[in-house]
């Protein structure tokens, strides 16, 4: 037996949204845009970062940079979402952790911008899920279709012990019927997203 969820981004506009979710969700399902820009694109790119990986000057587009990237991008997701709930008054102003361990689901997109190297990109997607298993936080996965992930990853099997959330099906009965099967990661498929209304639903597997 599943059930409908719907999962907020950790951004900046996100109090709203959190509020709005609390009242569906005991615990808010987060979700974060990932990217991997490379050194030519991002003004952020962490040329001589020296944990949790060196980034090099002379080497910038490197997995180790790319690493750097991600988990800087993991690390702000993370205070955003912080930030909201002491917007809402349940942290005080000085925390640094989320008063829950949410879901956390990394969004990967063609959309965004990612090097036409696979390895920099994967290296960016463990830079990001080291960063949320350094916090507390329940789980970590990924929501992608299995050409984007294809494109993007290279088909990759590091991440095989993380759940799956799987967009693009057509009906709640579709939704359904993906639970119980491999997702991209090569983990279990955790969630299912459908058409509803011209609206995306999503679907929990049990």
Request: glycine share 8%; hydrophobic share 30%.
């Amino acid at each position: 037996m599943g059930s409908c969820t719907a999962p907020i981004r950790a951004s900046a506009p996100v109090t709203s949204e959190l509020a709005w979710a609390e009242r569906h969700e005991p615990v808010p399902i987060l979700y974060a845009n990932t990217a991997d820009p490379g050194p030519a694109l991002s003004s952020h790119w962490p040329t001589g970062q020296l944990t949790p990986e060196y980034c090099d000057p002379g080497q910038p587009n490197s997995p180790a940079c790319s690493y750097d990237y991600g988990w800087n991008a993991a690390k702000d997701s993370y205070h955003d979402a912080v930030n909201a709930y002491i917007s809402l008054g349940q942290l005080p102003a000085n925390a640094t952790q989320t008063p829950h361990a949410n879901e956390w689901w990394l969004d990967i997109e063609s959309a965004n911008s990612w090097e036409p190297n696979t390895t920099n990109n994967v290296s960016e997607l463990q830079g990001e899920v080291a960063y949320l298993q350094s916090q507390t936080v329940s789980t970590i996965g990924f929501y992608a279709n299995a050409s984007d992930w294809k494109t993007i990853t290279g088909d990759t099997t590091a991440f095989s012990s993380l759940p799956a959330w799987h967009p693009g099906s057509g009906s709640q009965r579709q939704a359904a019927a993906v639970c119980g099967t491999t997702g991209i990661t090569g983990g279990p498929t955790r969630y299912s997203q459908y058409a509803s209304a011209g609206f995306d639903a999503d679907y929990r597997c049990s």
